[in-house]
């Protein structure tokens, strides 16, 4: 079993079960496999992946509301941090929004071959889906190296219903980033941002933004 990701599931009172981390590595086979032919990531080894993406979804486990609720992965790209999570928390019902049609298409096939019944593509723009079939519709809206905090906030958190949560993934830069994004904050209804460090090794400065709608 990888500890790592035992030990980050258990941080959020989760189990890493055989079968679930069966479907983590066979995510990472289809990633990497994928990667040969189209631009879906920078990680080409697996240790690395098994760290940099499995292991930076998983940090998000702690801060998802507990029980059956709607979340949405803007600008899923190669399906991280969404798939990981549907996978620990199977009943989550998750969208993937990839605007990307080589990478919307990925994402397809990969959840039909991992069987993921809770997952969804939405093949469309973070800010077109926010604007229509995806606003005020998530108890969470999670992003991961998308755009600045300012860009991400005015895309993400029309989606998130009143009372839910914007999480974005950050790293080194949030410092300049996050002055410039209060006031879209303020405007969109967000409450006071809470950092969060991710706590994964060998990511020093990442962190997880929380902002309450």
């Known amino acids: 079993m990888q500890p790592l990701w035992a030990q980050l599931a258990a941080k959020a009172s989760l189990s890493l079960t055989d079968a679930q981390e069966a479907l983590l590595e066979r995510f990472i086979d289809l990633l990497l496999a994928a990667n040969e032919r189209m631009n879906l990531t920078r990680i080409v080894d697996r240790a690395s992946a098994q760290t940099n993406h499995i292991g930076d979804a998983l940090t998000l486990l702690p801060l998802l509301p507990c029980?059956?609720?709607?979340?949405?992965?803007?600008?899923?790209?190669g399906g991280v941090p969404g798939i990981p999570l549907a996978i620990m928390r199977p009943e989550i019902?998750?969208?993937?929004?990839?605007?990307t049609m080589k990478k919307a298409a990925f994402?397809?096939?990969?959840?039909?071959?991992?069987?993921?019944?809770?997952?969804?593509?939405?093949?469309?723009?973070?800010?077109?889906?926010?604007?229509?079939?995806?606003?005020?519709?998530?108890?969470?809206?999670v992003a991961r190296a998308l755009a600045p905090m300012d860009i991400l906030v005015e895309w993400c958190l029309p989606m998130v219903k009143k009372g839910g949560k914007?999480?974005?993934?950050?790293?080194p830069k949030l410092a300049e980033e996050l002055p410039r994004a209060r006031q879209a904050i303020r405007l969109l209804g967000g409450g006071a941002p809470?950092?969060?460090?991710?706590?994964?090794?060998?990511?020093?400065?990442?962190?997880?933004?929380?902002?309450?709608r």
């Open 166 to 171: 914007l999480l974005a993934m950050k790293g």
């Open 67 to 77: 029980g059956e609720h709607n979340l949405v992965d803007v600008g899923s790209g």
């Open 107 to 141: 994402l397809q096939e990969t959840i039909r071959a991992l069987a993921l019944a809770n997952v969804t593509v939405a093949a469309c723009r973070a800010e077109a889906f926010g604007k229509a079939a995806g606003r005020a519709k998530f108890d969470v809206a």
């Open 194 to 212: 809470l950092i969060h460090p991710a706590q994964l090794p060998g990511a020093e400065g990442h962190v997880i933004v929380e902002i309450v």
């Open 93 to 99: 019902h998750i969208v993937l929004v990839e605007a």
